[in-house]
């Protein structure tokens, strides 16, 4: 009686797990659906509550406005470069920092991390840092989205704490015993041990470069602007006005509703390649995330 008890106790915890799961799943997933759907829709339909599900006269006018842009294929193309060149940067950096922090005989260990922690609460400000940019001759360059922040010290903690905790001291130790330089120990064991925190690092960084316009508003012309910007173009320059509702026919009305359709349409074109690329490292995600939670 007591076992039956347990079981159906743990049968209807399962339930209730899955139900709450749910529901949660639906809050954080329901948003992007809708402006999915709403780009699909007549934006009147969607403010007068009309759609729910699916899309409520169903149009493309609003990605025909956006794609309507010729800067658009510039900036995907753009983002693209700073993205992976970015990701490769920042990871490149994360892992050249955050191993020597995490060996205990390192020389002014503390210091460093010291240093390191200090730059999270204190910064130069935007003048100082856009300054800085300009004398080094970096200005109009791809690389001054990179190098100002080389080193995101948040995410240099958490791969940091990996390399402590979920690998092994006693098999890095034993490499070196038997003839293996540091260097070829961290290339040949410590990489291919840390591959979940590299997928998580590399999604981080990923979509960090990928939604970042503001970077590229002070740095770069116009020519160079990744898609976030692009877009952002697009949507100041179709928001209303006097003399824009003048030459449209249907007045403020029409234009007001093309912006809206341009709106959601710009959500789903900037979200839409890290929506594609997230399933595919998945797994990895969740097991940088999982990695270290139990220290055995």
């Keep these: ?36 759907v709403a780009s699909f829709s007549n934006p009147y339909d969607v403010y007068a509550g009309k759609t729910f599900l699916l899309p409520s006269q169903f149009t493309l006018q609003g990605y025909t406005a956006v794609f309507a842009d010729p800067n658009i294929l510039s900036g995907y193309v753009n983002s693209i470069k700073y993205t992976v060149v970015g990701t490769i940067f920042s990871v490149v950096m994360l892992y050249i920092t955050a191993y020597p922090l995490a060996q205990k005989d390192l020389p002014g260990r503390k210091f460093f991390s010291i240093f390191f922690l200090i730059t999270m609460y204190f910064g130069g ?46 098999l890095i130790e034993a ?3 038997d003839g293996c330089s540091k260097l070829r120990t961290f290339v040949k064991i410590v990489i291919p041990l840390s ?7 590399v999604v981080f960084s990923m979509v960090a470069y990928w939604n970042d316009w503001f970077t590229a508003l002070i740095y770069l012309t116009a020519e160079k602007a990744p898609l ?3 877009l952002r173009n697009v949507l100041i320059r179709s928001s209303a006005s006097a003399s824009q509702a003048a030459t449209i026919s249907g007045g403020y009305a029409e234009l007001q509703k093309l912006t809206e359709m ?31 939670a139990v220290k055995g």
């Excluded at 300054?131 to 948040?154: C, E, H, N, R």
């Design 228 to 230: 976030p910007l692009v």
């Design 195 to 201: 591959k979940p925190i590299l997928a998580v690092m």
């Design 175 to 177: 490499s070196e015993i």
């Design 262 to 292: 341009i709106k959601f349409s710009s959500i789903i074109v900037a979200a839409a390649p890290m929506l594609i690329v997230y399933p595919f490292v998945q797994k990895y995600f969740e097991k940088g995330f999982m990695a270290g």
């Design 1 to 36: 009686m007591n076992s039956k008890k347990r079981g159906l106790s743990d049968k209807t915890s399962d339930i209730i797990l899955v139900v709450i799961c749910t529901i949660v799943m639906l809050i954080v997933a329901y948003p992007l659906y809708y402006v999915l």
């Design 125 to 170: 400000g935007l003048i100082p840092t856009f300054l800085v940019v300009k004398d080094t001759g970096l200005i109009d360059s791809m690389w001054a989205l990179f190098l100002p922040g080389g080193v995101a010290v948040s995410n240099m903690i958490i791969v940091r704490n990996y390399f402590q905790n979920s690998i092994p001291r006693e």
